[in-house]
């Protein structure tokens, strides 16, 4: 059981958009926070207030030391929130056109390696408080579910998350470990919103991760 008092948020993928505003909602809302990506410069994240774990999340050994690292210095995650993911683009018309190794860089960044972060994450959750709000948050796109050759070693990738997501929400979630895979929409379209948005997804996430809504 985590010895602390803040509940703990661990925001991977953490570039220039997404990852700062939703470190910065979380920080907000009272949880220590940790960020992590591969350039990340560990010395800038700590004069944010953030514990910042260099790591490629592409590197099954480097997401376990990730996590250790968290779990030694800050403590379990209440919120996983897993932003990062790989594409190399084609061509629509030769979506093949990719070698396997980048094909498959780009799935296991994006989804596979998800497994390990779910299993991770479901792990920490078995140590806190049975109190505390427990929430992991893949951060998606509509590629699940529409036709998109030109990224398609993303789209598996995201496919996977959402296989990964969907099996752990419906086997933990009733013992309130809740598992999301969430993307913005265009309010007016509902197609996707690009670049996504930061402060949407800092304001809903927190939402998620605080209120434990059903
Ligand atoms: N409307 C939508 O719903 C929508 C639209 C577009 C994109 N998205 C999704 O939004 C997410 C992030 O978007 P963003 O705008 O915040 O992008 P961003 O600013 O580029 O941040 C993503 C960060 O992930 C990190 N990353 C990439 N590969 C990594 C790896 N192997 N290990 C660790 N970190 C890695 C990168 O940092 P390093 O290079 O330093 O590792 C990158 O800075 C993605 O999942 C993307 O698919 C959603």
């Not at 790989?86 to 390696?113: C, H, I, K, Q, R």
């Amino acid at each position: 059981m985590s010895t602390i008092s803040k509940p703990v948020a661990f925001i991977i993928g953490y570039g220039s958009n997404l990852g700062p505003a939703i470190a910065r909602k979380f920080k907000s809302e009272g949880f220590s926070v940790a960020v992590s990506a591969r350039k990340l410069n560990e010395k800038a994240a700590k004069e944010d207030g953030y514990l910042g774990i260099q790591a490629d999340f592409g590197d099954i050994a480097s997401v376990r030391n990730a996590f250790d690292r968290l779990e030694s210095e800050l403590g379990p995650a209440a919120a996983v929130i897993y932003n990062a993911a790989s594409s190399s683009p084609t061509s629509p018309s030769d979506p093949l056109a990719n070698s396997y190794e980048t094909f498959l860089g780009n799935v296991n960044v994006t989804g596979v390696n998800v497994y390990e972060v779910a299993r991770r994450t479901k792990a920490g959750f078995e140590k806190l408080p049975a109190e505390t709000p427990r929430a992991f948050i893949g951060t998606g796109n509509l590629t699940p579910w529409i036709q998109l050759p030109s990224l398609l070693g993303l789209s598996v990738g995201k496919r996977a998350m959402v296989n990964i997501v969907e099996s752990s929400a419906a086997a933990y979630g009733p013992q309130g470990y809740r598992f999301y895979f969430a993307h913005e929409v265009k309010g007016s379209t509902g197609g996707p919103q690009i670049p996504p948005t930061g402060q949407a997804h800092g304001k809903r996430y927190t939402v998620q991760a605080v209120n434990c809504p059903s």
